[in-house]
């Protein structure tokens, strides 16, 4: 079984068999190889093997090569699902064995696979990431009814304050709400090219919705994404204005609610989180329960896995930095750091 790389005009075939398996993730589909290499300049090989003229297994791989953080082979980048997607083991090895080989001709420090599901090979794995995913019904009073006691009072509290949803199409707002939002909380923001390509290359599967006050103004907004039965809230923030009124709590009550009931969803996909966080304690107030996710790391030049993590005592003074970092300073210098964390 031979190794080919993914082109252009394939893309549609490698989408068809990541819709038809039964563990394949937004995180899989084709548009990805063109996000990454327009938005971050990254290099990818999106490797699939054939039989019989068919395909029977994938692996989508970009390479982040950065001084600062580090020299590593990943499947995939900016997505927290990925890793191979095969029909049987055998296919399954013959994709490891080519990511590995990969990995040492490009001497990297290492190679990152990321699971939602056990994998079928055998790697190094970190307890580090959880993911949070819940069915959802298309009637709205047994959403509420899902949700703990006090996690509903504050979505009520949002909406007793008069607070709307809306969906929309202009990104510029919502990258104005998201760049002060991740800031606030000491994190680089994505360079606003990044969620172009992404609303643009996703079109029909990436949706925004804003939350307004009673005046019209927008106070948080999410990008999600739709994969089969799923919704994925991926990216989402709010401003200061927002936290009296519940105006986080009250966005992602609209967005399962719209999703349940407009676009036919049943799985509302929270995302990872790391254990021990705040968007971790966050999710688990909605009666989400935790799921492990399962990064498996082959290791190159690396002597042990990696800890790039807000958590590592190293970062802390950086985060601390960059939450007092003047607005138009932090979007300027965010883009260049946050291209090369993944």
């Not at 490698?14 to 589909?29: E, I, N, R, Y």
């Not at 996000?35 to 300049?41: K, N, R, W």
């Not at 089969?228 to 519940?246: E, I, M, T």
């Amino acid at each position: 079984m031979d190794v080919k790389i993914l082109q252009a005009t394939d893309y549609a075939r490698w989408d068809q068999f990541v819709l038809d398996h039964p563990q394949g993730s937004f995180f899989h589909k084709a548009g990805w190889q063109t996000v990454i290499e327009q938005s971050f300049g990254h290099k990818t090989w999106f490797c699939y093997v054939e039989q019989e003229q068919q395909i029977v297994g994938i692996l989508p791989l970009s390479h982040i090569n950065s001084w600062l953080f580090a020299n590593a082979l990943i499947s995939l980048p900016f997505c927290v699902y990925g890793g191979i997607l095969a029909n049987n083991d055998d296919v399954a090895q013959v994709l490891y064995q080519y990511a590995k080989q990969l990995a040492v001709s490009l001497n990297v420090d290492y190679l990152e696979m990321r699971y939602l599901e056990p994998p079928a090979v055998t790697a190094l794995e970190k307890d580090l990431y959880v993911t949070f995913q819940k069915t959802i019904s298309d009637n709205e009073e047994e959403n509420l009814k899902a949700i703990p006691r006090k996690q509903r009072a504050m979505v009520r509290k949002g909406i007793k304050a008069g607070l709307s949803s809306v969906i929309h199409q202009d990104l510029e707002q919502f990258y104005a709400i998201y760049a002060e939002s991740v800031r606030n909380l000491g994190t680089p923001v994505f360079r606003k090219k990044y969620f172009y390509n992404l609303y643009q290359t996703f079109a029909g599967d990436c949706e925004l919705l804003s939350v307004n006050t009673p005046d019209g103004q927008a106070i948080a907004s999410v990008m999600s994404f739709y994969f089969k039965d799923q919704v994925l809230p991926y990216y989402g923030g709010s401003l200061p204005l927002a936290r009296a009124v519940k105006g986080n709590d009250f966005m992602y009550w609209q967005l399962l609610n719209h999703a349940a009931m407009t676009k036919g969803c049943r799985i509302f996909d929270y995302g990872r989180s790391k254990q021990g966080t705040g968007s971790y304690r966050f999710k688990k107030n909605w009666g989400f329960e935790p799921k492990p996710l399962h990064y498996q790391y082959y290791l190159v030049k690396a002597t042990e896995m990696p800890n790039i993590n807000p958590l590592n005592p190293k970062y802390q003074w950086f985060i601390k930095l960059w939450k007092n970092l003047p607005l138009s300073i932090a979007n300027r210098l965010g883009p260049f750091l946050v291209k090369n964390i993944g």
